[in-house]
């Protein structure tokens, strides 16, 4: 089992920036391959970035690609999504998401076994 808490969302201007947390507990952190994805209202969970399990392979979805970084910690067993320059339309709760996987990053939502509460981002314009 791994539990995942995240946090740092709140309210942002857009142009403004924010950094997530998600901080796990249970199994070998660096075993698992970390994601964050995110839910607008009345919209599909949507994959956003991940990270590998030793950090050497991320991926992003195209419309935070040069805006958001992801980055992981496995001392600390924290993950953590920067978010700069932010859009209204980033706005939605933002999830981590682990998955057990020997090699790189899947954006499938199926694949992850584990996920935290989420953290509610609003962007303001």
């Known amino acids: 089992q791994v539990q995942l808490v995240e946090s740092g969302g709140g309210l942002v201007q857009a142009g403004g920036s924010l950094r997530l947390s998600c901080a796990a507990s249970g199994r070998t952190f660096s075993d698992y391959a970390l994601t964050w994805f995110r839910q607008a209202p009345g919209k599909e969970r949507e994959f956003v970035a991940g990270?590998?399990?030793?950090?050497?392979?991320?991926d992003y979805t195209d419309s935070v690609k040069g805006r958001f970084t992801i980055s992981r910690d496995n001392a600390k067993n924290t993950l953590y999504l920067r978010m700069s320059s932010v859009k209204p339309e980033d706005t939605a709760v933002y999830y981590c998401?682990?998955?057990?996987?020997?090699?790189?990053?899947?954006?499938?939502?199926?694949?992850?076994?584990?996920w935290g509460q989420g953290t509610q981002v609003t962007v303001s314009s």
């Open positions: 998401a682990a998955a057990a996987r020997s090699y790189g990053v899947s954006r499938a939502p199926g694949a992850y076994n584990y």
């Open positions: 990270v590998s399990r030793v950090g050497i392979v991320t």
